[in-house]
């Protein structure tokens, strides 16, 4: 799962929309599976969810379900089995024959989401997939997500939600100006131990102890805000300890991702 | 390779979406014949109308008139903003997503349209005749599918090149059909008659629904011409849709 991330303009939907076909490359080309990007889709297909809902606003949820179901060429007896999978799966139950004018921008998504699960595909696009959603639906979303892995799948995600990219991906690719400026394994980022970050560590007594064990620390009430790398910090937290300090929370002040990102687009 | 198979099981939801387009021409027939037809009956009774006579006569001007003009609209209307609605819109982001082949799913459309359309004019002698007075049925068939084919493929050329392609349509229509006029009445110098006839057949395609009409014989080549001249225009159109991309305003 590959996430892409930057920020407004870097060209993430841009580089969607080459993957998809709809653009063609200014220089280089593009191959999904070893074929362009026309040719793949027109053969099996892919599970897109754009960025805005552009579906016509007088089709019914049903309908517009019925529809692209069609296109996705389930076969007749399957179709209608699959949109109520789908219609379950993003629970669109109670609005399935309203027009897609009368859902709210949320629900909207939701049905985005159940298109775009409507086939098992092999290549899976989402651009701002949580875009509107509420947080409930946004975790339900995750769980979603999580379960489409498999093997021979290529999930490839574009948001500015860091923290949802975090969550699910296993890379990240930092686009900014048009380029990929980084690609940042997710889980290694996050479990690299020898690089220094910034640490934010709460006491409920003793804040001053646990301050003075590391250089360029700052105290904001019961925080203390540092720099250290992963034995560092458990040498200063073990010494402030020993000074009777009683330490009640320690997490890092930004993301491994965060501070790639905000490394990679710096201006 | 299931490109095939989704579109003809979209063949029901692309008539839905034509079908109102389709049944312009009647319901404009309704309104803009119908009116003056109805006045007239209930001052000359429907039966004087089906008898040869004054009558009678006014009755088909009436028609004559009407039915041409409502199927010169309609064959415009038809075609009008499908290709480019989608591009516009971005609705193709959800249709070309999935295993459909852009220019099969246009030209499926545009043969469902014609369909459609031919059948709706049909109604228009049909109704004419069952209420009024018999006049010709296929003459009005074949004229319609004619007349979508040229306009609906010309309007479909302009659709896949740009968004507002109402407006090029226009332009283009009106200038052939000036040019065409001036150059069969003769005034136009060689070189810019020559540009005229290889403009879309517009005055051909107007002279061959006269003579259908009029129950008069009709040039092979002239068919051939509109015929021919449409198709390929279709096949640029569809050519277009292939080799542009998509996500462009």
Known sequence: ????????????????????????????????????????????????LPELMTIPLQWTVEGALDRLATLSAIAPAERLGARERVIDTVGIGEHRSKRLKALSKGNLQRLGLAQALLAERRVVVFDEPTHGLDPLWTARFREIVAGLRRADRAILIASHNLDELERLCDRVAIVDKGRIQRVVDVREAAGASGVPRRWRLRALVGCDALAAQFTDATVNGDTVECEADVAGLNRGIAMAIAQGALISSVNPAESSLEEAFRTAVAR | MIAGRPLVGYLRWHAQDTVLRALTPPILFLGLGGVPLWSFARTAGLDAMDRPGEAHDLALQIYGNTMPLTMTLGAVLLANGLHA?????????FLFSKPVVAWAFYLQQFVVALLLFAAAMTLVPLGFGAIVTAVPVLAVTK????????????????????????VVFIAVAATSMVLQQLGKAGFLPHWLALVAGALPPFLTADSLRGLWLAGQPVAAGDIMHVVGYSTAMLAAALLLVRRLPLARS
């Open chain 1, 1 to 48: 799962m590959v996430g892409i991330a930057g920020p407004n303009g870097a060209g993430k939907s841009t580089l969607i929309s080459m993957l998809l076909g709809f653009l063609p490359p200014d220089r280089g080309t593009v191959r999904l599976d070893g074929l362009d990007p026309r040719t793949f889709i027109e053969r099996e297909g892919v599970a897109y």
């Open chain 2, 85 to 93: 609605t989608d591009r516009e819109k971005q609705y193709f982001r």
């Open chain 2, 143 to 166: 004229s319609a599918v004619l007349f979508a084919l040229l306009y609906g493929s010309l309007v479909a050329l302009c659709g896949s090149l740009v968004t507002k392609e109402g």
